[in-house]
């Protein structure tokens, strides 16, 4: 396979998990960068060894200098993904987009329509469906080893620390900012069930709201800071703890401390704590976003599927337990125990044992389960082939499983049973990518 060559917008810790990847592979090289932190804008540019010509603080400064390479990934704040996404695939660059793919229905479906004109392929980053363990799970129940697909149960564990770097003190606190969590955190999720059903549900009904982390929830006598707080040391959401726990640890000062401070000391992460959003108790933040959701869905077929996030949780792997006709089956993002209802046979495989080299089985640690790294060697295969069917989903699917989770805020901020029509069908989306006559095929790629 020749080399892709990417342009990374957005060098934050996702952009540069999959500038990372394709490095390290040999399939990509990244040739030029655009990111306005002056401090990760100046690391990937001598990570990838990026010309000083090719470094840009602004996606608009790379459309302007017109096609600099075969495909781009967009990794910028949610917000900010619909503008780079249709101004850079009308230049005809092949797109790998962070997810979620807007924060809007509207700007979605305009990704998805540039896409679709310039006839390029674009890949939102559903990294759950390429790990090992999904593939497996996916290639059981087309198969039908438990029958007709009657009933799912699933847990996204979003961890109690978790929850509050990201959804109470981070980037993703606030909805006038960011975008409801069931979007930003679960979007994952409900993309994996629409996936493993291969249909989108006819109806759907939604629970949860903010409970605990807002002022009420406070105990008597705490500071607003944790540093200041006489209580800090009792508090699960210690910031002290969790940050200073870091230090040390690569993995864990890449994330979650790179977002609280670049100074990977004693001293820089007192500073930050003292001064930043990440040092403020989490009963004392301007948070809005829920810290639980329930989410019921049901399909033509009359099966049904729950869905839980909820913050109160340790940080593991998601839990899924599915129901069929002939068999039952339990996963953990790692194993899968399937039981046989018409012999009563028992069976456990252990997915980790079937990852690919490069590509690793799952881990609470990473939480994508080696789905970065099977995403990211997908996309830049494809576009080496010009083969949309190497993906395991394209623009189309992609907004149809968003208008699930659109669909469920909906239902949830108004009490009400919302139903989606034909165009949300995942399966009509999918049928048009696999179709009875094989999968579109791109336009040959030609580097710049």
């Given at each position: ?8 917008v ?6 540069m998990?999959y500038?990372r ?9 990244v040739?030029?960068v ?7 804008r ?10 000083p ?10 459309a ?5 390479a ?9 917000r ?6 249709v ?20 700007e979605?479906?305009a ?11 674009l890949?939102?980053?559903h ?6 363990y999904t ?9 039908g080893?438990?029958g ?10 979003v961890?109690?620390w ?5 959804f109470?003190?981070?980037?993703w606190?606030?909805?006038d900012?960011s975008?409801?969590?069931l ?10 069930l629409?996936h ?10 939604s ?5 605990h982390?807002r ?30 726990g870091c230090?040390g640890d ?10 609280v401070t670049?100074?990977?000391?004693e ?17 004392a ?6 810290d639980h ?7 033509d077929?009359?099966a ?5 996030m ?5 940080m593991e792997?998601?839990?899924t ?11 953990d993002g ?8 018409r ?5 456990t495989?252990?997915t980790?044992?079937?990852a690919t080299?490069?590509?690793p089985g ?6 994508h ?6 995403l990211?060697?997908a996309?830049?295969t ?5 083969d949309a069917s190497?993906?395991?989903s394209?623009a ?6 968003h ?8 239902a949830r ?8 029509d ?12 696999n ?5 579109p095929r ?6 710049p």
């Open positions: 396979m020749s080399q892709v060559t990417m342009v990374l957005g060098a934050g810790l996702r952009g998990t500038a990847r394709a490095l390290a592979t040999g399939a990509g090289r040739v030029a655009a990111e306005p932190d002056p401090r990760r100046a690391r990937a540019a001598e990570e990838f060894g990026v010309p010509e090719r470094v840009y603080t602004d996606w608009s400064d790379v302007a200098a017109g096609k600099l075969d495909a781009c990934v967009i990794a910028t704040q949610d900010l993904h619909t503008e780079p996404a101004a850079l695939a009308d230049l005809g660059y092949h797109i790998l987009l962070e997810k979620p793919m807007a924060t809007g229905e509207d979605a479906a990704i998805a329509d540039a896409a679709r004109r310039n006839d390029i392929l890949a939102v980053c990294v759950l469906r390429y790990t090992p593939r497996l799970l996916k290639r059981l129940l087309d198969g080893r438990i007709g697909l009657v009933s799912v149960q699933h847990l996204e564990p961890g109690w978790h929850h509050a770097h990201s109470v003190r981070g980037n606190r606030r909805q900012t975008a409801p969590m979007l930003t955190k679960s979007c994952h999720d409900i993309d994996w629409v493993l059903f291969g249909r989108t549900p006819r109806k759907v009904s629970f949860g709201g903010l409970t982390f002022p009420e929830g406070a105990p008597a006598g705490a500071a607003d800071r944790c540093l200041d707080c006489p209580l800090e040391k009792d508090c699960p959401y210690s910031a002290k703890r969790l940050y200073l230090l690569p993995d864990q000062e890449f994330w979650p401390l790179s977002a670049d100074d990977h000391t001293t820089g992460v007192l500073d930050a704590l003292r001064t930043g959003p990440y040092g403020r108790c989490v009963y933040c301007d948070n809005d976003v829920v959701q329930v989410v019921g869905m049901e399909f077929s009359g049904t599927c729950s869905f839980t909820s913050a109160f949780t340790p792997q998601r839990r337990r599915l129901l069929g006709t002939h068999g039952f089956i339990d996963g790692n194993t899968l125990r399937l039981v046989d209802f012999d009563g046979s028992e069976e495989i252990d980790s044992t079937r080299a490069g590509s799952p881990s609470p640690e990473d939480g389960g080696g789905g970065d790294e099977a990211t060697d996309f830049l494809a576009v080496a082939a010009g190497l993906l395991l394209d189309a699917e992609s907004l149809a499983s208008r699930v989770v659109w669909a469920a805020e909906r901020v108004t009490g009400t049973v919302v139903e989606l034909e165009r949300d069908d995942v399966a009509s989306a999918a049928g048009v990518r179709g009875d006559g094989g999968a791109v336009a040959p790629r030609s580097s």
